[in-house]
Antibody, heavy 121, light 111 residues
Framework: EVQLVESGGGLLKPGGSLRLSCAASGFTFSRFSMTWVRQAPGKGLEWVSSINSNSAFIYYEDSVRGRFTISRDNANDSLFLQMDSLRVDDTAVYYC???????????????WGQGIQVTVS | QSVLTQPPSVSAAPGQKVTITCSGSSSNIGRNYVSWYQQVPGAAPKLLIYDNDKRSSGIPDRFSGSKSGTSATLGISGLQTGDESEYYCATWDSNLTPGFVFGTGTKVTVL
């Protein structure tokens, strides 16, 4: 059974840093691309970042580029999101998800974690 | 403001059919695959449709997807009370600053 479990969320002040982790199990992690998606309170889904299986292709949403860094550890089946210079509008539930690429770009996300709350206030 | 526009809400009686449209442009839906997600409040999204019209594993054939030009459509037939959820379309946008985009979301209500 595919499982994705996020950790590392919390409450912090603007300008702070946080590192989210996502532990994957139930599939061969090193063969799949991964992604982070967030959802602000009462709002819709917003894509944050995606990384392919060998970290050769990485994409960021405009508002987080330069502040967030996605990475992965295939030896330990883990995905990370380093978030720096956090802002109030980064407050959201952050989901990690397994990602499929088409023609070199993220196409769809088939398994999702339960989400982790990040609050910047 | 999302580049993919969906109606805020649609509704129908149990057993009826609803369709949700997702309007985009030549830089997103017009050239890339569309996926659809269902999200119950307080839960993680679930993939329903990928590659425009392929059902994800375990998704009943009451759910269907299609794409034409710069628009995509999700159909839900034989509506059930359990289908009451928020639905999002999504695709890659190959614009000047490319990125993955979700639609504005549609609330489906079973009357």
């Amino acid at each position: 059974e595919v499982q994705l479990v996020e950790s590392g969320g919390g409450l912090l002040k603007p300008g702070g840093s946080l590192r989210l982790s996502c532990a994957a199990s139930g599939f061969t992690f090193s063969r799949f691309s991964m992604t982070w998606v967030r959802q602000a309170p009462g709002k819709g889904l917003e894509w944050v970042s995606s990384i392919n299986s060998n970290s050769a292709f990485i994409y960021y949403e405009d508002s987080v580029r330069g502040r967030f860094t996605i990475s992965r550890d295939n030896a330990n089946d883990s995905l990370f999101l380093q978030m720096d210079s956090l802002r109030v509008d980064d407050t959201a539930v952050y989901y990690c998800a397994r990602c499929h690429f088409r023609s070199g770009y993220p196409s769809h996300f088939d398994y999702w974690g339960q989400g982790i709350q990040v609050t910047v206030s | 403001q999302s580049v993919l526009t969906q109606p805020p809400s649609v509704s129908a009686a149990p057993g009826q059919k609803v369709t949700i449209t997702c309007s985009g442009s030549s830089s997103n839906i017009g050239r890339n695959y569309v996926s659809w997600y269902q999200q119950v409040p307080g839960a993680a999204p679930k993939l329903l449709i990928y590659d425009n019209d392929k059902r994800s594993s375990g998704i009943p054939d009451r759910f269907s997807g299609s794409k034409s030009g710069t628009s995509a459509t999700l159909g839900i037939s034989g509506l059930q009370t359990g289908d009451e959820s928020e639905y999002y379309c999504a695709t890659w946008d190959s614009n000047l600053t490319p990125g993955f985009v979700f639609g504005t979301g549609t609330k489906v209500t079973v009357l």
